[in-house]
DNA sequence: ATGAGCGGGACGTATTAGGTCCCTTTGGGT
DNA sequence: ACCCAAAGGGACCTAATACGTCCCGCTCAT
């Protein structure tokens, strides 16, 4: 359930107004929406079977049944002994009809008041809440992997950050089509996060997906500022952070201070440090403050604040309501082109907007 | 089920593709043209009973009853002790789906095909074949009707002839709105027809319905030459007859030759003549052979062929298979600007179009 | 090798859709 | 002024379909 400021693709035929649909085949929007939501679940969970999906949808086996076989007789999905899968008309469909569900659920307006509020160009808000159910982070990674998969040109160095959702984001990026003049880099150097979601590793996954090429960044944490900089001369780091600091596109994730804080095990001192100076967001090793002020960075090699200014996009990646008070800050801080949230993140920051406007 | 190339009205919200719609819930684009289906032929027949509208459409009572049930709920239509007729709504969702269905159902694209085939700019089609059910001439004729009221401006002097097709078009003349500096006039004087069709009579009905005035013009049929000179040289005709020939608007139906003279009980040797020289197609007074010549005029004053060349807007209505070769031969014999006719005209003329083309 | 999970089939039940008849009311024609 | 044909609304039984549930043979990843 996807995205909703994409510009839409051209229509072939002539529009059947939704509100007049309404009134004629109100049952039409129902149906509509509970086979576009399989198809979408099925995009996320393929190739699964039809309990499984049932359970996991909260629908009874057999009614689901019903919907899959319409599916799979239109030619949208395939059953194999696997699974259930897509068809690529089913994508295609998908694709065609994400747009208008976006705008049927009010996240098309959402997506505007959001990018008004933030000072934005592109917003795109994905259906539900990301710390909620878990599905919703796989689409934010998957709609943000398709935006970023449609702005990539020849010749880009894409700086990537670490971090769950941008992990998804790696994961969730259609294997169709390559890139082979597109490297991909992590932004900055070890961070404390655990493999998984480092920079380094969502590069090489990245660009396994897009068929380009990545270097990586071998700096390890918590190094001393003079050890660093002897580390930075290296002529062979050197060369690389010349790369990464002339990224054209930088792709990041945005995390809660404080949590981030706890996943990197910053000292307590570090952490008070950031208490005492209200850091709220954190986003590829800065923190910033509610005005989005940076308060405070970590001692690593990489991307710059600054150099945001060169790079062509910067796009961000967060959802979940917690992360809504982190994505204002951000979007404060420095220039971003595109935010990709979802429904939870996006209601709560306009609530708090027009709370604290309101108030003073 | 009206009509098909008239400007869409511009949408509020976004549109649902058709063919897309059609891929993800074709069951009910089904129950929309049913819905549509009904809507439109209470429109016709309004004030009318379950039964009597049951046993019209070939639908059994209690399946129709469900439908119109749920209509009436939806305000699209009302049910009094008369009857059940069209609320405000309905119409407004009548003339907004009647696009959309045209070109679900393909007429958009047939009335296209038969713009360029014949070279009329407007072509409108409508369903059904007049020729077999009564409802279709209905529909015609109302379909004409509001292209005709669309096109009205103040001063136009509307020419129209006679017929049972252009009666037709006066009974199903909207009542709402007033056009008070419009004119109605006969396009020629007596051809023979009988009182409820002849062109004097629907000039009346017409400027009664939309609320412009008329003029009658009395030339008994069957004069001679020289006669007929003489009356046209009175002052209180010959005022008339320059009224009529300075229309702004001219608005006809389209005869088969031989069908036309039997109606019109031509003599023996005139249907010699009509045959001799190959008429197919009968408007105003005049007889054409296939090719669009004229070949024979009926004695009587009024709008010459010439006249049309000083006309803003020549509109052409007719329908049924068996218009289909005079139709053909309208087109080819004057400027027409707008063309109403129905599915199985319009098929027809392509067929033998086609047909004709193929095999020289 | 094996078992968890897959699609497809089957079946009894619950719910809905559909055909038919009836009743009271009302509006238009005589 | 009257009357009757036709209107909408209600009721009821049957046919059809939708649904919940369980089972089976197969495949593929472990």
């Known amino acids: 359930m996807g995205e909703a400021s994409r510009p839409i693709p051209a229509p072939a035929g002539p529009g059947l107004e939704i509100s007049t649909a309404q009134r004629i085949v109100p049952e039409l929007l129902d149906t509509l929406r509970a086979r576009m939501r399989i198809l979408h679940r099925i995009r996320l969970l393929q190739p699964i079977g039809r309990r499984a999906l049932a359970a996991e949808m909260g629908a009874t086996?057999?009614?689901?049944?019903?919907?899959?076989?319409?599916?799979?007789?239109?030619?949208?999905?395939?059953?194999?002994?696997?699974?259930?899968?897509?068809?690529e008309e089913?994508?295609?469909?998908?694709?065609?009809?994400?747009?208008?569900?976006?705008?049927?659920?009010?996240?098309?307006?959402?997506?505007?008041?959001?990018?008004?509020?933030?000072?934005?160009a592109r917003v795109t808000v994905v259906v539900g809440d990301s710390d909620e159910e878990p599905w919703v982070k796989d689409t934010l990674g998957l709609q943000a992997?398709?935006?970023?998969?449609?702005?990539?040109?020849?010749?880009?160095?894409?700086?990537?950050?670490?971090?769950?959702?941008?992990?998804?984001?790696?994961?969730?990026?259609?294997?169709r089509g390559t890139h082979p003049d597109v490297r991909v880099v992590p932004a900055r150097g070890g961070l404390g996060e655990s493999a998984s979601v480092q920079a380094n590793t969502i590069a090489e996954q990245l660009a396994q997906a897009i068929g380009g090429s990545h270097t990586v960044l071998h700096v390890p944490d918590r190094l001393g500022e003079d050890t660093l900089e002897h580390l930075m001369a290296e002529p062979m780091v050197e060369a690389r952070l010349r790369?990464?600091?002339?990224?054209?596109?930088?792709?990041?994730?945005?995390?809660?201070?404080?949590?981030?804080?706890?996943?990197?095990?910053?000292?307590?001192?570090?952490v008070a440090l950031l208490r005492e100076r209200r850091a709220v967001a954190e986003a590829f090793g800065y923190y910033f403050d509610q005005q989005g002020q940076p308060v405070y960075a970590m001692t690593t090699a990489g991307l710059k604040l600054a150099d945001l200014d060169g790079v062509r996009l910067v796009m961000g990646?967060?959802?979940?309501?917690s992360k809504a008070e982190a994505i204002a800050s951000a979007a404060r801080?420095?220039?971003?082109?595109?935010?990709?949230?979802?429904?939870?993140?996006?209601?709560r920051i306009l609530h708090a907007q027009s709370g604290t406007r309101a108030g003073r």
Chains 1, 2 share one sequence.
């Open 61 to 87: 086996e057999r009614v689901l049944r019903a919907e899959v076989e319409f599916l799979r007789q239109q030619g949208l999905l395939t059953a194999g002994p696997a699974g259930m899968g897509l068809s």
């Open 90 to 120: 089913g994508y295609a469909l998908l694709d065609q009809l994400d747009p208008v569900l976006a705008t049927l659920e009010g996240r098309t307006e959402l997506a505007a008041s959001l990018s008004r509020a933030l000072g934005i």
């Open 145 to 175: 992997a398709s935006l970023l998969r449609e702005e990539l040109t020849s010749g880009d160095v894409v700086a990537v950050t670490g971090g769950t959702t941008m992990a998804t984001l790696a994961r969730m990026m259609p294997r």
């Open 243 to 270: 790369e990464i600091r002339s990224a054209t596109v930088v792709v990041h994730g945005i995390g809660s201070a404080l949590e981030m804080a706890r996943r990197r095990q910053l000292s307590e001192a570090e």
């Open 317 to 321: 990646v967060a959802g979940g309501h």
């Open 333 to 347: 801080a420095y220039r971003m082109d595109v935010l990709v949230t979802d429904e939870a993140a996006a209601k």
